[in-house]
Structure formats: C-alpha cells, structure tokens
C-alpha cells in the first residue's frame, strides 16, 4: 500500500522539477547580475551551463527520484497435482464406503424383518403344539373313559362269555384289558381261555412291568 501512494508522489515532483529549478537559476542570475555589476555578463556565461543543465529533465529526474523500486507482487501458489489426486480418491473411498454402509443397513434391515417372522412362526407352531397336546389329552381321556366302561362291561359278564370275546382278541389287546380288571374278575375269564391263550396272555401282561426299576 505505502508503495503504491507513492509513485504520484513522484511523478508530481517530476513534474515540477524542472521549471522549479529554472526559476531558481532565474533568480539566482539575476540577483548576482546586480551584486557584481561589471563582471556580470562573465559570470552570467559561467552559470548559464549550470542552469541549462539542471533544466534538463534527465538530470531533474534523476535528482529527485528517491523512491525505492517497486518490489514486483507475489506469485500465487500453484496447487499441487498429487494433492488433487489425493482428495479426488479420498471422495470415492468415501462414496464406496457410504454404499457399503446402506448396503449393510439394507442386509439388518432384511434380517430384522426375517427374525419377526421366524418369532411370529415360532409362536405358531407353540400355539399349535399347545392345542395338538390339549388335544391329546382329551383323546387320551376319552379313549381311558372308554377303555374302563369296556372293562366294566367284561367284568360284569359272564367268565366264559367274556373268555369267548378275549379268544377273538389280539392277545396284546385281551392282555390290556385283564391287566385293568379286578383280580377276581380276570382270573375266571383267564381261565376260560385255552392254555395256549392263557400262557401268552400272561407273558404279555407280566413283561409290561419287567423294564419298570425297582428302586
């Protein structure tokens, strides 16, 4: 700034310069013209050169320039290609890995929604699991109820009408049903049977406790 207000500066003082120094050389004349009389067309002579030569703009210029030399601005820095390139692959990094972060939001997302369904399905199948036992157990209850008015019914026939009935049987089945009834009521339908029906009747019966432990 200090730099650039100066160079008006001088060019007003180069402007002035010249005439300034010529009316002072007037002057200068003049006033010894009158101080030495006689000798003043002889000295007039010697100063005339003087004051031609101040006249001239070199030598006036060259007198008053005093102001130093503008110091030329400072170049810009060139930005530097590798840095260019440095930033330019740091962005795409950046993008890829933006990508792969929805990506990955995208695969939770779809697991989330996986692990609801296999949770809802899940409760499903225990939902169906909880009715097929209850289920079950009714099945069970029922065919237990049926199974004891059955043995109610043999129990109140006859020993050798029931022995008929339990012949015709499957011996596994003629087994189970003995094997609920009261001693006294089994022992006369038993031993209305064959000896052949009787002896397997009786293995059956007696090897459904023989894995049962005893302590």
Wanted: charged share 25%.
């Amino acid at each position: 700034m200090t730099t650039a207000k100066a160079k008006p500066k001088a060019k007003a003082r180069r402007a002035g310069g010249p005439a300034a120094l010529a009316l002072l050389a007037g002057c200068f004349l003049a006033s010894s013209l009158l101080r030495l009389g006689d000798n003043a067309a002889a000295f007039a002579q010697e100063v005339e050169p003087i004051a031609r030569d101040l006249s001239q703009p070199q030598l006036a210029e060259a007198a008053v320039e005093t102001d130093p030399p503008l110091t030329p601005p400072l170049q810009a820095c060139a930005p530097d290609p590798g840095t260019d390139a440095l930033l330019a692959a740091i962005r795409e990094r950046e993008a890829q890995l933006d990508t792969r972060a929805e990506e990955l939001a995208d695969r939770a997302q779809t697991v989330r929604v996986a692990e609801a369904r296999l949770r809802e399905q899940m409760a499903a199948i225990e939902t169906m699991e909880a009715r097929l036992a209850e289920t079950l157990a009714l099945a069970e209850d029922a065919a237990e109820n049926d199974i004891g008015q059955l043995v109610a019914v043999y129990e109140a026939m006859k020993p050798k009408d029931a022995a008929e009935i339990f012949s015709s049987m499957d011996l596994q089945f003629a087994a189970g049903f003995l094997a609920r009834m009261r001693s006294d009521r089994a022992a006369p339908i038993l031993s209305e049977l064959n000896a052949e029906q009787a002896y397997a009747i009786s293995v059956i019966m007696a090897g459904r406790h023989a894995d049962v432990p005893t302590q």
